[in-house]
């Protein structure tokens, strides 16, 4: 049974650019969820897709969108990229909203901005 | 909001010793209460959880956690730390975010060095 997969692994990528970062949830998970976490720091809420719909957001500026398509599977798109942009990127998938029976974690995608 | 506080960056313990990575939650209603853990350059594992019952939580490789709800702490720990237990652990709570979904929030992390 696949886990959870994020791709690419790492991404480097110039200030003012954009990024899309995927990731398939487990099988069976039908909730994504997407955290970023900066070098020395926890996992920072970005957003939650549940049924195709951004059902919750966290605290980042509305450069951060997404997308959850049918088969559970979803993007994460920044656009005009900053320095501190740079971070682990972390998909979560769960059924429901993971506080029962907690998350699956990708390994993450590095995104680095220079 | 919900959150939890890890007030120590770094834990060293010699292995074979016991290990006890501390976390303190502020919370209003039950607390749902987890334990991560990070190894370098991966993704997070889910280690154990805390909805109700009892004050001792076992979970995996040998881990376990105590809910202490008059000290409002859920103590992450181990009898005897093994080498490759070394690696970051994230304490998390049940959060409810926008439109009163839920969500899990983490601590800052506590990375746990054991020593040979």
């Known amino acids: 049974d696949a886990g959870v997969t994020q791709s690419p692994t790492h991404l480097i990528k110039t200030r003012g650019q954009q990024v899309t970062l995927r990731c398939s949830p487990k099988?069976?998970?039908?909730?994504v969820s997407w955290y970023q976490q900066a070098l020395g720091q926890g996992p920072q809420f970005i957003f939650q897709?549940?049924?195709?719909?951004?059902?919750q957001r966290g605290n980042f500026p509305d450069r951060f969108s997404g997308h959850q398509f049918p088969n559970y599977s979803s993007e994460l798109n920044v656009n005009a990229l900053l320095l501190g942009d740079s971070a682990l990127y972390l998909c979560?998938?769960?059924?429901?909203?993971?506080?029962?029976?907690?998350?699956?974690f990708g390994s993450g995608t590095r995104l680095t901005v220079v | 909001a919900q959150s939890v506080a890890q007030p120590e960056d770094q834990v060293n313990v010699a292995e074979g010793n016991p290990l006890t990575v501390k976390c303190t939650y502020s919370v209003s209603g039950n607390p749902y209460l987890f334990w991560y853990v990070q190894y370098p350059n991966r993704g997070l594992q889910f280690l154990l959880k805390?909805?109700?019952?009892?004050?001792l939580v076992k979970g995996s490789y040998g881990f376990e956690a105590e809910f202490n709800k008059s000290q409002t702490s859920f103590h992450l720990k181990k009898p005897s730390a093994l080498v490759s237990d070394s690696a970051l652990y994230f304490c998390?709570?049940?959060?409810?975010?926008?439109?009163?979904?839920?969500?899990?929030?983490f601590g800052t992390g506590t990375k746990l060095q054991v020593i040979p």
């Open positions: 998390a709570v049940r959060d409810i975010g926008s439109g009163g979904y839920q969500k899990v929030t």
């Open positions: 979560a998938s769960s059924l429901g909203s993971g506080t029962a029976s907690g998350y699956t």
């Open positions: 897709y549940y049924e195709e719909e951004e059902r």
């Open positions: 099988s069976g998970h039908d909730t």
């Open positions: 805390y909805i109700t019952g009892d004050n």
